[in-house]
């Protein structure tokens, strides 16, 4: 997509007309967002004390890095590069495995992420952009500030992006409708099937509470703050 021609132009370097005014706030936005983030973010610095304790096992290990690759493959492979770019075709039941499986990933529901990565790349670092790291400038200060932004700022005030501008051809796709319509229920089976799988495989409660974990909030944790394998969106 094409930026509006109405959008002024930028020089590239002085922050966007929008920054200086004070973004607004909404406290579902906040709040949901907040537990998706922080959340897994604690249980990161929970399993670091787990495993000091010897709280892990080659099974949580195995487990969490089975479902870093699926949910991560969900969004790089499906989100992104089929659904967002459309670089390839993919038969329906992939279609579908994909969006489900980047729907457990915890960033956000397939129709809303498609729709601002979308507009991220019709106005890539330009006013317009959702999360630019340059939305306050290109000097030092703006960059830093930039950065807090650009990686998790924007979820908590950025506006609501319009699927009907910018994904109406999955608004049109019942298959996507229904996997949007889901995302908290597959947000809890992302968290549900590696407790039961570690309870299964180690015979215990105690095994499948350490795959929660390690398979889970950490995955989770991991999974939205490396680069390249994520751009969290706002549910």
């Known amino acids: 997509m094409r930026p509006s021609p109405h959008v002024p132009a930028y020089d590239g370097h002085s922050p966007f007309p929008q920054a200086a005014q004070h973004p607004a706030v909404h406290t579902r936005q906040v709040v949901v967002t907040a537990t998706i983030v922080l959340i897994p973010f604690a249980a990161l610095a929970a399993g670091a004390w787990l495993a000091w304790g010897n709280g892990i096992t080659l099974t949580d290990l195995l487990l969490a890095a089975g479902f870093y690759i699926i ?8 989100f992104h590069r089929l659904l967002t770019h459309r670089s390839f075709t993919a038969r329906p039941w992939l279609r579908a495995t994909l969006a489900v499986a980047g729907s457990m990933s915890f960033q956000g529901n397939v129709i809303d992420w498609v729709a601002v ?10 006013p317009g952009d959702p999360h630019s790291p340059y939305r306050y ?7 830093l500030r930039g950065l807090l932004h650009a990686h998790l700022g924007w979820l908590f005030t ?6 009907e501008r910018y994904a109406p051809d999955l608004l049109d796709d019942p298959m996507m409708v229904r996997i949007t319509r889901a995302f908290p229920a597959l947000c809890a089976a992302s968290l549900l099937l590696p407790f039961v799988a ?20 950490v995955r989770i944790a ?3 703050h490396v680069p390249g394998a994520s751009t969290p969106c706002a549910t």
């Open 158 to 163: 950025g506006p609501p992006v319009p699927a």
């Open 198 to 217: 570690g309870w299964a495989i180690s015979g215990s409660l105690y095994g499948g509470l350490t795959a929660l974990v390690w398979a889970g909030p």
């Open 222 to 224: 991991l999974l939205q």
């Open 117 to 126: 990565h979308r507009r991220h790349h019709a106005f890539t670092d330009r």
């Open 137 to 143: 400038g290109a000097h030092l200060g703006g960059q």
């Open 71 to 78: 949910t991560g493959f969900g969004v790089t492979v499906g």
